[in-house]
């Protein structure tokens, strides 16, 4: 356990920059848990369809075309958190913003920090990725592949995993059976995985929802597994979201 409390960004080293979110199992909550812990001017939005966000970031929330995303935001002025995104025809979501656009935002708006989710797993909590995920801003900073310990002891299936058939493929297991800490470990490390389309960018993952021993155990596992598969990353985050200090470990190479 990490007995030296750690913010949540020190540990992700995210000081400022275009910073997108991939995977499942917690993304919108460790991108809202960054713009919590960080003071100054940051944006958040998305490049995919993505729930509207709660009541907190709704102060400053623009949800235009993308053609007019650019000149609102750019004429904001002063610190906080701004949300933005493009319409959407369902209720209750909006749809995501070209990465261009949120790259020119950035820019032109003086942000110093601008928070991305980059994909879609519709609430599972892990996932395999089709060809053309995840949707990243190519100026990002950094990028943080999610996953959920939560998975680990589970069957894959789609109760589980959003696209299992995918995931299957990655990480080399059949379907229905349980998803082991070796699985997550393969699934960090695979460039068909976690770190697809994450080609010269810095990437740290992160293992959320570990809210107990076992848990624990089983991320360490995975972290450590991860690290021996690629030399992408020097690190893994442990955390529990849901914990005012939510880093629960670091493990390193």
Same mark, same amino acid.
Request: one cysteine or more.
């Given at each position: 356990? %990490? ?5 949540l960004a020190a540990?992700l080293?995210?000081?400022?920059? &275009?910073?997108c979110?991939?995977g499942?199992?917690g993304?919108?909550s460790?991108?809202?848990?960054l ?5 100054g ?7 995919t369809?993505?729930l509207?966000?709660?009541? +907190? ?8 075309? !993308?053609a007019?995303l650019?000149?609102a935001?750019?004429?904001? #002025?002063?610190?906080?958190v ?11 979501r ?8 949120i790259t020119?935002i ?8 601008t928070?991305v ?5 519709r609430m599972?909590?892990?996932k395999g990725? +089709? ?5 990243l ?8 592949p ?7 002891g589970?069957?894959? %299936?789609?109760d ?15 379907l229905?059976?349980? &998803? ?6 393969t699934?960090?490390?695979s460039?068909?995985?976690a770190?697809?389309?994450t080609?010269?960018?810095?990437? &740290?993952?992160?293992? %959320?929802q570990?809210d %107990? ?6 991320? +360490?596992?995975?972290a #450590? ?5 690629? !030399? #992408?990353?020097?690190?893994?985050v ?7 200090q939510?880093?629960?470990d670091?493990?390193?190479?």
């Amino acid at each position: 356990m %990490n007995h030296d409390p750690q913010s949540l960004a020190a540990a992700l080293g995210v000081s400022g920059g &275009i910073i997108c979110a991939t995977g499942a199992g917690g993304k919108k909550s460790l991108l809202y848990a960054l713009a919590d812990e960080r003071g100054g001017r940051i944006a958040l939005t998305s490049t995919t369809f993505t729930l509207m966000p709660p009541q +907190r970031y709704r102060k400053h929330l623009w949800i235009e075309a !993308d053609a007019d995303l650019h000149d609102a935001l750019i004429q904001t #002025r002063g610190a906080g958190v701004f949300t933005y995104g493009t319409p959407s025809d369902k209720r209750g979501r909006m749809a995501g913003v070209a990465p261009h656009t949120i790259t020119a935002i950035h820019r032109v708006g003086g942000y110093d920090l601008t928070l991305v989710k980059a994909d879609g797993a519709r609430m599972r909590g892990i996932k395999g990725p +089709r060809a053309d995920e995840p949707a990243l801003v190519p100026e990002a900073t950094r990028v943080l592949p999610i996953v959920s310990a939560a998975v680990i002891g589970q069957p894959l %299936n789609e109760d589980t995993a959003h696209r299992p058939e995918i995931l299957a493929t990655v990480i080399g297991a059949a379907l229905h059976t349980p &998803i082991s800490a070796a699985h997550v470990a393969t699934l960090l490390a695979s460039e068909q995985g976690a770190l697809q389309g994450t080609a010269g960018h810095s990437v &740290i993952p992160v293992i %959320n929802q570990v809210d %107990n021993d076992e848990r624990l155990q089983q991320a +360490r596992a995975a972290a #450590r597994g991860a690290l021996q598969q690629t !030399d #992408r990353f020097d690190r893994v985050v442990l955390t529990c979201l849901r914990r005012a200090q939510p880093v629960v470990d670091i493990i390193e190479r």
